[in-house]
């Protein structure tokens, strides 16, 4: 309705292209293997099961572009019988889904439609009737793998990358019946029905499969965005991310253990148009079995870019290129400009901030920030935080004086036995302090003692002390056992 509601054809191509890189499974790659698997789906169904009138294809058509091609596809022969006519057909099989799809060609002229509903749809007994196995059998199952007229050996082999089920559509034809006879045979008839079922639920469920999402391990990933004023009308913006070094695969190099982690961001603004495209890679390494030749509980890394205010959706990925794990996700962030006296940028959570002079990742003037977006926190290890301050008015010898006070309170109750209590604040303080220039960076360390496993907020507020106007952030984490 959307596509169709644009006036000019220009209008329909541009929301066709946002169509796509809203469903692109690594948004911040140029390839997109959905479209590129649908569109050569869709050339199959046309070639295949192709129709003069729309859609273009058969249901069978449909099938195969919401599910790829199945693990086998037999052929049933029509009867005429005393007790009724049974129109031809064919019955698909998708094993690695578990889904039976039987169609019917009604009319004679090659248009094949769904058979039946599922159970509980349509009479059980018609059902038992239509699906046992044994009568599957009597009407003699002919197996009709793709005619070799309409596909080349090229053909067939590259269907076998984009198929959820291993298929072979190049065996002989007798190997091929009685491996799928033997198959049916051995499904009882309940499995039958349940398989018929499954394939109802997903058309309603999981309208589309492909074959990039099958049997997927994906790579856990934390990541969080912070912006910082930037140069003349841009912000610094930091893309930080984090890998459990639990899940990554490490090999032998050079005499150590090593790891290899990619992390990718594309930027579009909000016409889609890319405007920022950035690649960083991560090793840590382990050269030994102690704690202190252990690489951390989580790998970090960073992309910086410099963004203009405005709204972005922002293309998130990770991949560990030993193993070929990945961890893909879009956001959608709003960069706002710092134009008021004073404003404060985002809190960054960091697991370790220091002094630093050497040429390190991290650094942020003569602060080394490791940042930690999962945002959580074990005791009795301190919180750190980063921000920066802007648009402090300095005195005549350019010294800025300002108070920065901060609260952390608790999102959840707190549990007391059996006794669930409210606290209204669980650590506050504030402290004054003073700096050259209208822009001073702050870090903060906050012990952990006096908090409990749960969810807290932390909110600072800083004050100007010449001219008495103040700024607020917050940001949230967790503590854990």
């Known amino acids: 309705r959307a596509y169709l509601s644009l006036p000019s054809t220009a209008e329909r191509a541009e929301w066709f292209e946002r169509f796509w ?12 293997e959905r479209r590129a698997e649908h569109e050569k789906r869709a050339a199959l169904a046309r070639k295949l099961f192709g129709m003069s009138k729309a859609p273009g294809w058969d249901k069978r058509g449909e099938t195969l572009i919401r599910y790829g091609l199945p693990g086998n596809r037999t052929q049933t022969w029509g009867s005429v019988s005393f007790s009724g006519l049974t129109a031809p057909g064919e019955i698909w099989y998708y094993e690695s889904l578990d889904m039976l799809v039987q169609f019917r ?21 018609e059902l038992e009737r239509n699906q046992n196995v044994s009568a599957l059998m009597e009407y003699g199952v002919l197996t009709e793998m793709f005619p070799t007229q309409f596909m080349s050996p090229d053909e067939v082999k590259d269907l076998v990358d984009f198929n959820p089920d291993e298929i072979d559509y190049v065996a002989s034809p007798d190997t091929r019946m009685y491996t799928l006879q033997d198959r049916i045979a051995q499904i009882e008839q309940e499995k039958v029905l349940e398989a018929i079922n499954n394939f109802f639920a997903a058309l309603d469920e999981r309208p589309t499969v492909y074959s990039f999402e099958m049997n997927q391990k994906l790579l856990p990933l934390y990541f969080d965005i912070a912006s910082f004023r930037g140069g003349e009308r841009t912000l610094r913006t930091e893309i930080s991310f984090e890998v459990p070094t639990s899940e990554l695969q490490f090999t032998q190099r050079e005499g150590a253990l090593a790891a290899d982690v990619e992390f990718r961001v594309l930027v579009r603004d909000i016409d889609m148009n890319e405007v920022a495209a950035a690649v960083d890679t991560v090793k840590p390494t382990m050269t030994g079995v102690s704690d202190q030749a252990r690489p951390p509980a989580l790998v970090p890394g960073q992309i910086v870019l410099a963004l203009e205010p405005g709204y972005y959706r922002i293309g998130i990925e990770a991949r560990d290129r030993t193993s070929n794990r990945r961890a893909a996700y879009r956001t959608n962030v709003e960069l706002a400009p710092f134009g008021a006296s004073p404003s404060v940028s985002d809190i960054q959570f960091a697991s370790a901030i220091r002094e630093t002079e050497s040429n390190q990742d991290f650094v942020k003037g003569n602060l080394q920030v ?21 648009g402090l008015d300095p005195d005549p010898e350019g010294i800025a004086f300002y108070r920065v006070e901060y609260r952390i309170i608790p999102l959840e109750k707190r549990r007391r036995g059996p006794v669930l209590e409210d606290v209204p604040s669980a650590i506050s303080s504030s402290f004054e302090t003073s700096g050259y220039g209208a822009a001073q960076p702050q870090r903060i360390s906050v012990a952990t003692e006096n908090l409990w496993e749960g969810k807290f907020r932390f909110i600072v507020t800083v004050t100007d002390r010449r001219t008495f106007r103040t700024a607020t952030k917050s940001e949230d984490f967790s503590i854990l056992k």
């Open 21 to 32: 890189v809203d469903l692109d499974p690594t948004p911040a790659t140029a390839k997109n």
């Open 105 to 125: 060609n009604v009319n004679l002229k090659g248009e094949y439609i769904f058979y039946n509903s599922p159970a509980g749809r349509s009479s059980r007994r």
């Open 370 to 390: 490791v940042p930690h977006p999962a945002h959580a926190y074990r005791k009795p290890f301190p919180l750190w935080m980063y921000f920066e301050i802007y």
